[in-house]
């Protein structure tokens, strides 16, 4: 079925002997945005990266400030993207973490760079300022620039309208395709506590938290009946909630005609969590699945799309499409998987990636990528505290080193061997 005013019509099947270039807009310059960007440019499209921040990197863009309702949920609210507290190091080993070909290792001779395997934030940064520099992403991104309105335009295409900051200039653009890169770790998801409103207490989501000392000398002792005695004399049961209750996805510029929804957390109908199938190819989303390695899942995500978007692969018919996705919610259904994960690709993580390297004509994830990635999981339950420095899997950092030297290029530094 194809919507009116939202026809796919301005792609064909895919014809082996001639590639298209389109023009692109990819909303967002966190690490998906930017390998979609160059995936796109390596395809040959034109690429505009829009980027409502002041500088690229997307979550990884650590902000000391929070938002003016700690909860998240005022319209209002000072808005906050990145929900980075200051000491957090990474919960990947670095090299199972950078995208596949711009391996992420350690930089020698630069005293701001964090050379450990579990670096903190500001070296991911770094090491996404390194890849966009690399790969000259940087000039084709416009900085606190945002998009506000994404909606269909005549022909299959669509009209971008964007803000530059502090509201000045609403620009409207055509592009052919879109890809959606704008990340799902802004908007909080509360739970429904009966009586909340009424409770006196301080509420904040983990998206507000950035060190522990608005949290320090509270808590004098505790009493055996369960409340907790403060310095001052007073006794309450609690006096904090801290919601670490995950996050919603949230898309308030995409004007689809609800061909598109979020219901219950699920971004949908998508196909293979990419493509709604009424707007594919021309509309895309990189970055939905989580309980995954995201750097080289996004690279994969990013690399099907732009060979599809330039007709050199093929996707299935809008029919086929919508057949699939029914198939993987009845599948989901019959597992007694709630709607809220959908999206939580966990048990078949490997296989998603295999599956879109295989459309892609180029080799999955590497087996030491996989065991690294197991084995890091594995050891943070067993030594939340100490995991990140005690991991023993030496012969796997190794065998990633010896993968990095086909891979090292310009800027990367040199690969230990
Ligand atoms: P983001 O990084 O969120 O980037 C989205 C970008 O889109 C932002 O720059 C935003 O400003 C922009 N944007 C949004 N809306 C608009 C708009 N309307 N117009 C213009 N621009 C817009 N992953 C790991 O691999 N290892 C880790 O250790 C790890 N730790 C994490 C810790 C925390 C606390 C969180 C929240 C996530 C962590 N992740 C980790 C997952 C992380 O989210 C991904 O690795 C990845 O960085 C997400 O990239 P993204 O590009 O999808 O989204």
Redesign the pocket.
């Known amino acids: 079925m194809i919507m009116s005013g939202y026809s796919n019509s301005f792609f064909h099947k895919p014809q082996s002997h001639h590639l298209a270039s389109r023009h692109v807009a990819v909303?967002?310059?966190?690490?998906?945005?930017?390998v979609a960007a160059r995936e796109l440019r390596r395809e040959g499209h034109k690429v505009i990266v829009?980027?409502?921040?002041d500088q690229?990197?997307?979550?990884?863009?650590y902000n000391p400030n929070v938002e003016s309702d700690p909860i998240g949920v005022h319209p209002n609210r000072t808005l906050v993207?990145?929900?980075?507290?200051e000491s957090?190091?990474?919960?990947?080993p670095r090299e199972a973490?950078g995208f596949r070909d711009y391996p992420f290792v350690a930089k020698k001779g630069d005293e701001e760079r964090d050379p450990r395997r579990?670096p903190v934030?500001r070296e991911?940064l770094m090491y996404?300022k390194d890849f966009a520099g690399e790969f000259g992403i940087s000039e084709i991104v416009r900085l606190e620039?945002?998009?506000?309105l994404v909606d269909a335009a005549a022909g299959g295409k669509w009209k971008v309208k964007?803000r530059s900051k502090g509201g000045g200039d609403v620009e409207d653009e055509i592009y052919d395709a879109v890809v959606v890169?704008?990340?799902?770790?802004?908007e909080p998801r509360l739970p429904q506590i009966q009586g909340i409103n009424t409770w006196k207490g301080k509420q904040i989501h983990?998206?507000n938290y950035r060190t522990p000392a608005p949290f320090q000398n509270q808590i004098k002792g505790v009493h055996e009946d369960g409340s907790l005695v403060f310095r001052d004399g007073s006794f309450v049961v609690a006096d904090i909630i801290l919601y670490c209750t995950g996050?919603k996805y949230h898309?308030?510029?995409l004007k689809t005609n609800d061909i598109v929804t979020v219901d219950d957390n699920c971004v949908g109908p998508l196909y293979k969590h990419i493509f709604p199938p009424a707007l594919a190819p021309s509309l895309s989303f990189?970055?939905l699945p989580?309980m995954i390695?995201?750097?080289p899942m996004?690279e994969f995500q990013s690399k099907w799309i732009a060979g599809i978007l330039s007709n050199r692969i093929a996707l299935p018919s809008q029919e086929e499409m919508m057949e699939d996705v029914k198939a993987f919610h009845s599948s989901l259904e019959t597992l007694g998987i709630r709607k809220h994960y959908t999206h939580n690709v966990f048990g078949y993580k490997f296989g998603y990636d295999e599956w879109l390297a295989a459309q892609c004509g180029c080799p999955g994830f590497e087996e030491w990528r996989k065991q690294m990635y197991i084995a890091a999981l594995e050891n943070l339950p067993k030594q939340p505290e100490t995991y990140r420095d005690e991991l023993e899997d030496h012969h796997l950092v190794l065998q990633a080193h010896q993968d990095f030297t086909n891979y090292t290029v310009n800027g990367v530094g040199v690969v230990d061997k």
């Open positions: 909303i967002g310059a966190g690490a998906a945005g930017l829009f980027e409502r921040g690229l990197g997307g979550t990884w863009v993207h990145s929900s980075m507290y957090l190091r990474t919960n990947l973490m579990f934030h991911v996404l620039t945002e998009v506000v964007s890169c704008s990340g799902h770790h802004t983990s998206h996050y898309f308030p510029f990189v970055g989580w390695a995201p750097f996004f």
